[in-house]
């Protein structure tokens, strides 16, 4: 049986739902206008030169927002500026909206080898604030956006804990807060 994580979602499966946005506050007003999706934890900047783009360092730079809507995890990406990256890639391609799921793994590097052994092309790594490194692959033919492997760590379980934990009965204050 696979092992749950706290916030109900289980290792292995989907456990977020991503979308590169042109304005993330915007997207943020519409999430909890629209769909009643709140508080979001914003990280004003993401990017590092330890980032690695299609086997290439990279520096893009991306402002994230995540929230949850019962135990599925939704992220908001917003670009910050115009170098080469998976954000960038899907804008360029289809434009904003759709860009990943995110699957939580245990070992994720086990996962990356397994992975590109079936010849799957693997687009994107980087270092988290959660721990570990994610890693991004191409969707495939037909697929509507990247698959990204997310590290099960104590910080990523505590920190998706934090902000499932905050949507449980929340009463629409403070919005947007903090991500870390």
């Known amino acids: ?11 292995g499966t989907i456990c977020q739902m991503a979308y590169v946005v042109e304005d ?5 007003a519409w999430w909890i206008e629209k769909m009643g999706v709140g508080p979001w934890f914003l990280l004003d900047s993401f990017g590092s030169p330890e ?12 402002t994230i927002a995540m929230s949850f809507a019962g135990s599925m995890n939704i992220e908001l990406l917003q670009p ?11 804008i360029d391609k289809v434009g904003y909206g759709f860009h990943h799921f ?7 590097e086990d996962e990356v080898a397994r992975r590109i052994a079936r010849g799957e092309v693997l687009a994107h790594r980087a270092q988290v604030p959660t721990g570990g490194k994610v890693a991004y692959f191409e969707g495939g033919e037909g697929a ?12 990523m379980e505590a ?3 934090r902000f499932w934990e905050a949507t449980q009965d929340w009463d629409g204050k403070d919005p947007v807060r903090s991500f870390l």
């Open 1 to 11: 049986m696979p092992k749950k994580l706290s916030y109900g979602a289980e290792v």
């Open 24 to 28: 993330i506050h915007q997207a943020i």
């Open 51 to 62: 980032h690695v783009y299609r086997g290439k360092p990279n520096t893009a730079n991306v």
């Open 80 to 90: 910050l500026d115009n170098e080469p990256s998976v954000y960038r890639e899907t």
């Open 102 to 108: 995110g699957v939580a793994q245990e070992d994720i």
């Open 144 to 155: 509507p956006g990247f698959v990204e492997l997310i590290p099960v760590t104590s910080g």
């Open 159 to 161: 920190g998706f804990h």
